[in-house]
């Protein structure tokens, strides 16, 4: 057993740093480097590249990024683990293959599938699975016939498995995020299916590094703090058989890895933190310890976990109607005057009802709505979206926005062509038994043929039905305002940091308070409800707070916040990305003695 192995990344999503791979693989000293790509958004968006051409549906960036680096992959002990496959992993391999024979160059690699269920879809509906959504709770019978996409998220048998062979590359389709850096831990390190702490501690990793550079100075609320923003380091867990591990990065890269950054992406994307659920094990991020063990290090231990339940999560797509956009810029006096007269210019004149539409001051309060406090602004694009099944009200929409600059106010300039109509591909999560998916690995060889295949089974026997016991629970109290004592006006960022994110529809807003005292104000005063009324014009459900006491943080979820979510929303932020920036921008009254706190940790 070694005494610690260095994981790294390389990539949080698809159109990630392409340059990081190299720097990963040339200063990081690594034993693993792990990437993904796949968002839920990304899926959709890969399942109609293949729909138009059946060989892609795979990231075509990592073919290029293996390729281009391969003499220093094979020039080292390094072992990639990506869900890079997407939906078609095999695919991908062999490009890889292919395009390294046309260079006298080869690798060792391995290939996990088995994560497509789309041809079982009416095999297993409605007799063993009823592919319920897990968000809304619609019933999946409207939509069979829509489906295009349906991928299970995989978690550990098909990566040990690949990791007991010599395999340099271990290509996935659709595995959970996590995995990718947990399995490694797992392998090396022996740990048993029941360690459930040390699991957990693997999916804590995971979490943190899966969205690259954001856990080491990316989207950091005190990003003022970072000295260098070239050569921007990318995360390394230090990772040890007793479960602990540190997150790092390379010396002399740029970017910061501190307990606030690291707190930051702890919170980012996350539900109930007391029951963050995998394939493999439950964690509970409530009983996280973090400790600053010297410069751009952080350790982290005394992570609590669970049985796994005995289902999979399925990420679905389906075909959901036609969206398009269009934009043009308004400038000079006025220009906040001239955009609302345009929008109304425009709609009045198209004379069309659509299913959804929208219109956006970009520059003013596109991303924030009525929390913005802009001044008047020299110039507005004016953003105007449109959703519907009809593709001809979608073409009368596309040909109506260039005319606005002949006949409207002054200062209008159309900012590119005719809009383009896209076919809408909806995200639908469900649930399903896991005793009912097989995975699949598969050895190539030089040429892409397949050597060696295995069928694995999903089920380990240790699974078992979960139950979350969240502490400290809260839900929306209508028409709730933020109470305070007498004191002085601060903004919510000289409190605490935020980092939002999305799952489906639900953004996330994770807070993070300055100081103990800071935390204690916050958890009585800054309410789910306080919350909802802050964001009353984009949360159109309730709002749900959780608290975490050992991070000093708290985390609220704003369901049906985001216009449907994912492809199908109108909004420019259709993930919910800003509203963490939104929130820290509002101001409230603390008591003096607080803001002493503030100044006093300043110092």
């Known amino acids: 057993m070694k005494e610690m192995i260095r994981i790294g990344n390389a990539g949080g999503f698809w159109g990630d740093d392409l340059d990081a791979f190299r720097r990963q693989l040339e200063t990081g000293d690594l034993d693993y480097l792990t990437m993904d790509f ?110 295009q996409s349906a991928n299970v998220y995989l978690g550990l048998p098909p990566l040990l498995k690949a990791l007991q062979s010599d395999s340099q590359i271990i290509l996935t389709g659709r595995v959970t995020d996590t995995s990718i850096t947990m399995a490694p831990m797992v392998h090396e390190f022996g740990w048993e299916l029941t360690d459930w702490d040390k699991l957990a501690s693997g999916i804590v990793a995971g979490h943190i590094i899966e969205c690259g550079a954001q856990s080491s100075g990316g989207n950091f609320t005190d990003w003022q703090k970072i000295n260098s923003w070239e050569n921007f380091g990318y995360p390394i867990v230090e990772a040890y058989p007793d479960g602990s591990f540190i997150v790092t990065k390379a010396e002399h890269s740029g970017g910061i890895v501190t307990i606030d950054s690291i707190k930051e992406q702890i919170l980012y994307e996350m539900g109930d933190p007391s029951g963050y659920i995998s394939p493999d094990v439950i964690a509970d991020f409530t009983t996280i310890k973090l400790v600053q063990e010297g410069p751009e290090r952080v350790k982290i231990s005394n992570v609590k976990g669970y049985p796994a339940t005995p289902y999979y999560k399925v990420s679905m797509s389906y075909i959901d109607g036609l969206t398009t956009s269009g934009t043009l810029i308004v400038s000079g006096p006025d220009a906040y005057s001239k955009a609302r007269k345009i929008k109304d210019i425009f709609w009045n004149r198209l004379g069309v009802s ?10 003013f309060n596109a991303c924030h709505l009525n929390l913005a406090t802009p001044n008047e602004p020299n110039e507005i694009l004016i953003r105007f979206s449109v959703y519907d099944e009809d593709r001809e009200k979608l073409e009368s929409f596309s040909k109506n926005i260039a005319p606005l600059i002949l006949s409207g106010p002054p200062g209008m300039a159309v900012t590119g062509g005719r809009p383009r109509i896209s076919q809408v591909i909806t995200y639908w999560p469900a649930l399903i038994r896991k005793d009912l998916v097989k995975s699949r690995l598969k050895i190539l060889d030089d040429r892409g043929e397949i050597i060696e295949e295995q069928t694995l089974d999903s089920i380990t026997g240790y699974e078992s039905d979960f139950k979350s016991e969240t502490a400290d629970y809260q839900e929306t109290k209508q028409g709730e305002t933020l109470e305070h004592d007498e004191g002085v006006t601060v903004k919510l960022k000289d409190l605490c940091l935020a980092r939002s994110g999305d799952k489906g529809d639900t953004a996330n807003i994770g807070v993070v308070a300055r100081n103990q005292d800071i935390y204690q104000y916050l958890k009585k005063h800054l309410t789910a409800g306080v919350v909802k009324y802050m964001f009353k014009e984009h949360c159109k459900g309730r709002v749900v707070r959780y608290s975490l006491d050992n991070l000093q943080a708290l985390n609220f979820l704003l369901e049906s916040s985001l216009d449907d979510g994912g492809t199908k929303s109108l909004r420019i932020d259709a993930q919910g990305k800003t509203y963490a920036q939104a929130f820290l921008k509002q101001e409230i009254m603390v008591p003096d003695s607080l803001l002493k706190t503030i100044k006093h940790d300043e110092s």
């Open 38 to 147: 796949l968002a839920e958004i990304t899926m959709s968006i890969l399942r109609k590249q293949q729909l138009k051409n059946p060989d892609l549906g795979y990231i075509t960036d990592f073919v290029d990024q293996v390729v281009d680096n391969i003499d220093i992959i094979n020039g080292s002990n390094i072992r990639i683990i990506t869900n890079a496959g997407g939906m078609n992993p095999l695919g991908c391999a062999r490009k890889i293959l292919s395009r390294l024979q046309e260079i006298n160059q080869s690798i060792r690699l391995a290939v996990i599938d088995g994560d497509d269920i789309l041809e079982k879809i009416s095999h297993l509906y409605p007799e063993k699975a009823d592919f319920t959504n897990l968000e809304t709770g619609e019933s999946f019978e409207d939509k069979i016939n829509k489906i």
């Open 354 to 363: 659509y299913q959804k539409q929208n219109t956006e001051y970009v520059g």
